[in-house]
């Protein structure tokens, strides 16, 4: 696998209650495996729940999110042999739109991930709550989570959307040819500028398969909405892991480049 032109964007730091290993581990492993760039992306603050309800283990405290920033541009002096960019997943709750944004304000991000994890009160890609699939009709699901991915969209608060299709984590599949609704999504992250990552976090998942599907990801290159790769890391050993896989389903779906980050600028990189 070479590695020469690729970033991996989405990687997670220990401040976030659920990941491992120190911020150094995880550029490190990037040289090891000669990445052009890494990113961190680590959760944003569960600023969308009262104090009350922010569980310290799924995103780090609000107070810590000037030490995180801080902590990225500092790890930028000491390895200047990688570009190291500050990146961040901020959850899309609607409703909270004007929070959000006097969050992200202060930071000089390089790119904002758009995630949608949660429906309502209902973290769906939280194994410990996975019992409530059970109940729900799969195309009003389905039809449901996209409408968020929209609502992300057209807040222009975001860079990228991540996982675009995370809904499927646990192989729940929609009931109905998705095709029409797939067109429709992706209609509008292109409307509104905005780029995906095709994602390895699904192969290590109960669904198996990358985020998007493969009749998703056509549908993006289809309309021309621009690629990012991304491992979800949560422990230094899952730094770019299987991006073989995602470039392979990238070029299977019409990709001839992806795009890198600079200060919310996408900039084309060819696929080689
Ligand atoms: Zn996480
Ligand atoms: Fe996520
Ligand atoms: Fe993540
Ligand atoms: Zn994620």
Known sequence: ?????????????????????????????????????????????????PPERRDPTLAMPEEQLPEYVESVLRLRDRYPQIPIRLGLEADYVPGHEEQLARILDPYPWDYVYGSVHFIGDWGFDDPKHVDRYTGWDMDALYRRYFDLIKGAAASGLFDLIGHLDVVKKFGHRPASDPTDLYREVVGTLKQAGLAIE??????????????PAPALLAECARQGVPATLGSDSHKPSEVGIQFDRAIDALRAAGYSQIVRFQGRHAIPIPLQ
Do not use: W
């Open 1 to 49: 696998m070479n590695y020469a032109k690729l970033a991996d964007y989405h990687i997670h730091t220990a401040r976030c209650g659920h990941a491992e290993g120190t911020m150094e581990q995880y550029v490190e492993r990037a040289l090891g495996l000669g990445l052009a760039e890494i990113g961190f992306s680590d959760h944003i603050p569960l600023y969308f729940f």
């Open 198 to 211: 095709v994602s390895t976090a699904g192969l290590r998942k109960p669904v198996g398969e990358l985020y």
